[in-house]
């Protein structure tokens, strides 16, 4: 038996779709797109809604092609030319019923016979064609453009695909907060929050912080994984997330989408490369089979940071940054290795532990030598995925935040050490560089709808 109110909770949520399946039964019926070109619906009466993306007027009859959005391919739309009108041009919001027919062309299985027209919205007049780095000016208009919105899309296939996988595997979903007090990578890219107009509010000042500590967009939300890490054995998150790298560069963002997990009960990182691979080539298999393209099928390789070192060093090629043992891996680094290694998606694993944040795993093969950390590298982008099993020995944790300064700012992390704690390691994929390689996208600004990058945030 259900508690007094919460029968009455459930009563009033049926009232309320009862009253809904009313109404949408009310409603005229209206075809997406997608759904008249398949084809189900020849010989009945529909409606459409879109925008024109062509517009023939001929001597008898005029021809449109009209796009919701909804695919690729636009409708084929016939009418008689007493219905065109001045406002059907290139860009212009219609509504049109008529009757979908076979049509007699070969170029498409079928066309709307127009009855009637109406222009929803006027359009000024637009060229119809225009480069990737021209259109970028232009955000509030990209989405109409045939290749954005292609890209909008993939983007939401490719989510839909990410949340089933994890769902698939057991994972929880944890929204992590955007809004904390900790710079997860200590690397001082952070964008500083306080409300508008109070920015100078420091505490030598007198003033108080809004959160009477300074706080921070997230830069990751690792830490907060972590922590729920300790109650399931495999969580993760999606969400956006911000750095104050201050690139123009073709792969950094200040507002970026990563998809983060966290694996308990964990001592490999092959575990962890298990998981982005098979994240990578099933989100990737996904987008194949709902976005038929022909983008090339996973291969792999995997390469520790030494051996990547001496393969920079034996090259004959003369690179602008340092290839010394010790030295972070450059994107002129990253994109050598992978054409060396056969244009492949190569792991590079075990980096020098000075070179990685303080919760990472140090391997002990020699003192302080290598930690535990991979990272993805892939075609025509370098890096998109970067991971590390975590220092879950409380001693040499201690020691290293000891040694930073910062064993007092994460007490809280070193407790997480003293409560159940288990061997754990996990990931982040950059969502943006994803699509960058699946698409072979060569800039990073032309697979986000909002690109924020130092100097340009429009819109
Ligand atoms: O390698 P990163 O900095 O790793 C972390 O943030 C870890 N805390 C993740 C974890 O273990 N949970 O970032 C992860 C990925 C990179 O491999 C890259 O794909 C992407 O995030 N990324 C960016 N993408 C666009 N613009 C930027 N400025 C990016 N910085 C990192
Ligand atoms: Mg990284």
Known sequence: MLPANRLWLSEAALGMLQSLR?????????????????????????????????VRPQKENLFLHVNDGSSLQSLQVVASSELNHRLLTFGSAVEISG?????????????????????????????????????RQ???????????SSLLRIRSEATTAIQQYFKEKGFIQVHTPVLTSNDC???GELFQVEPAGQEKNQDEEGHQHFFSVPAYLTVSGQLHLEVTAGAFPGVYTFGPTFRAENSQSRRHLAEFYMVEAEISFTQSLEDLMKVMEDLFRSTTEHLLSQCPEDVALYHKHVITYTEAINILNSSSKKFAFKTDWGSDLQTEHEKYLVKHCGDVPLFVTDYPYALKPFYTRDNQDQPLHTAAAVDLLVPGVGEMCGGSLR????????????????????????????????PHGGFGMGFERYLQCVLGVDNIKDVIPFPRYSHSCLL
């Open 22 to 54: 009313y109404y949408c039964q009310e409603t005229p019926r209206k075809t997406r797109i997608c759904e008249a070109i398949s084809n189900l619906d020849v010989g009945t009466k529909i409606k459409v809604q879109g925008w024109v993306r062509s």
């Open 99 to 135: 009757s979908l027919v076979t049509s007699p062309s070969r170029k498409q299985d079928v066309e709307l016979q127009a009855d009637q027209i109406d222009v929803v919205g006027e359009c000024n007049p637009i060229k119809e064609k225009h480069g990737l780095e021209y259109i």
């Open 138 to 148: 232009f955000p509030h208009l990209r989405c109409k453009t045939n290749v954005f």
């Open 185 to 187: 990578e200590g690397a």
């Open 391 to 422: 220092e879950e020995r409380l001693d040499l944790l201690k020691t290293r935040l000891a040694q930073a300064g910062l064993d007092e700012t994460y007490g809280w992390y070193l407790d997480l050490r003293r409560f159940g704690s288990v």
